[in-house]
């Protein structure tokens, strides 16, 4: 009997990209964490904020989700866009969030779609890779 399972391959790649390092990890022991329904939109990019919480952008949920360790939402953010594709920590706390995406086909309904909303929250990210901004 053979087991079906899911290799991860993570590479570490300096400013130079240059790669400083991987490794490669089977994936085990796997469990939906959270299930989007269609009140929701679709998850899209996500990040960990420094009390390993899970934030999420909405496609097409006009948000941003944040769950903690159990899959419970702690935070919405109500944004003026339909389709928020990614997210990102930054600045010199990592208290700043940005999300970008760009839909010219809805900016006749949502004018802001496309726009880099920029939020403070109340927790630090946690530092993903080196940008300018």
């Known amino acids: 009997m053979s087991t079906i399972g899911m290799y991860f391959l993570a590479l570490w790649i300096n400013i130079n990209n240059t790669i400083q390092g991987c490794c490669i990890a089977y ?19 996500m990040t960990v904020d420094n009390f390993k919480h899970l934030w999420v952008a909405s496609w097409n949920g006009h948000c941003l989700y944040r769950f903690c360790e159990n899959g419970t939402i702690v935070h ?58």
Not at 27 to 41: A, I, Q, Y
Not at 99 to 122: M, W
């Open 27 to 45: 994936l085990s022991n796997k469990r939906v964490f959270v299930k989007f329904d269609e009140t929701m939109g679709f998850p899209g990019g």
């Open 76 to 133: 919405f953010y109500r944004l003026p866009a339909p389709r928020i594709t990614s997210l990102t920590f930054f600045g010199d706390d990592l208290t700043t969030i940005a999300r970008t995406g760009l839909e010219p086909e809805v900016l006749k309904q949502y004018p802001y779609s496309g726009a880099v909303f920029i939020l403070t929250a109340s927790v630090k990210g946690i530092a993903e890779s080196p940008a300018q901004l």
